[in-house]
């Protein structure tokens, strides 16, 4: 935010009837030493304040403060991308991302050698960038509701990659939605959930989810797999550990490895 300047000589006139300032002007003048501290501390103020404004660094994290706590599943994909390549090997070769900030997912995605990667957003971007327009505009990422039938054929993603949406769907649409993930990939679905207990949501986050998420646990989640006729992926959760150790890796949320359908 840039300050409005102020009006010189109006300063300079109000300077001579106050003698702090009157002091601190002596001072200065009698100590270049203060001024060149002054000038400084101002430049790296300066620089601060624009590499913030700019974006920085930190932009994609921001983009991942949305959940409260930071607890962002969406996140989660992106650190695990190593550890996924590990465990599932060429099946990374053709992925879908069904989630928020899918356009940050498939982006980085599309930056590994030899990846297809394709999104679905199932909420509106309100603030989407020129970046994650393009990949709107080219059909990369779809803006679509999973409650309904997935705009795929059957085995059209070797993986299906999914965060930050299955915990805002009642079971009534989980029954629909997990088995179109498994419907639409050949090799997998990877399902990143969050931790009972976790804060997830605020007050814009409900508005835009429609409800508060609902985190389960993890014997939850194994028993709805079983009833939606959905077979957990054993081959590869225990690659997906192995890998874990060895790179450090610990998942903030529940990762869940699934069968896709015959």
């Known amino acids: 935010m840039s300050r409005r300047p102020g009006n010189p000589s109006r300063r300079f006139a109000d300077e001579g009837s106050i003698p702090f300032v009157a002091s601190i002007q002596s001072k200065s003048q009698n100590s270049p030493l203060l001024s060149i501290g002054l000038v400084i501390v101002g430049a790296i103020l300066l620089i601060g304040y624009f590499y913030s404004s700019s974006g920085g660094a930190s932009s994609d994290i921001k983009d991942f403060s949305k959940l409260e706590g930071g607890a962002s ?6 650190q695990a991308l190593p550890v996924l390549k ?47 327009k393009s990949l709107v505009r080219k059909g990369i990422v779809r ?13 059209s993603f070797s993986l299906v990659l ?17 088995p179109e993930l498994a419907r639409v990939s050949a090799d997998g679905v990877v399902i990143f959930a969050g931790y009972p207990g976790q804060q997830r949501t605020r007050g814009e986050e409900v508005a835009k989810f429609g ?32 890998a874990s150790v060895k790179k450090a890796y610990k998942s903030a949320c529940q990762v869940f490895h699934l069968k896709s359908f015959p």
């Open 73 to 78: 599943c969406s996140s989660e994909v992106l």
């Open 86 to 132: 590990k465990a599932y090997g060429d099946s990374m070769h053709k992925v879908l991302h069904v989630g928020p900030d899918s356009c940050l997912v498939v982006s980085s995605l599309l930056e590994e050698e030899d990846t297809e990667a394709w999104g679905i957003e199932p909420y509106e971007l309100d603030d989407a960038g020129a970046k994650c």
């Open 143 to 155: 803006v679509a509701d999973i409650k309904f039938p997935l705009p795929y054929r059957a085995k």
């Open 162 to 178: 999914v965060s930050d949406v299955l915990d805002y769907l009642s079971p009534k649409y989980l029954n629909k939605t997990l």
């Open 211 to 242: 409800r508060p998420a609902k985190l389960r646990s993890s014997s939850w989640w194994i028993r709805f797999f079983v009833q939606t006729g959905l077979d957990e992926n054993e081959t590869a959760g225990k690659k997906f550990e192995q």
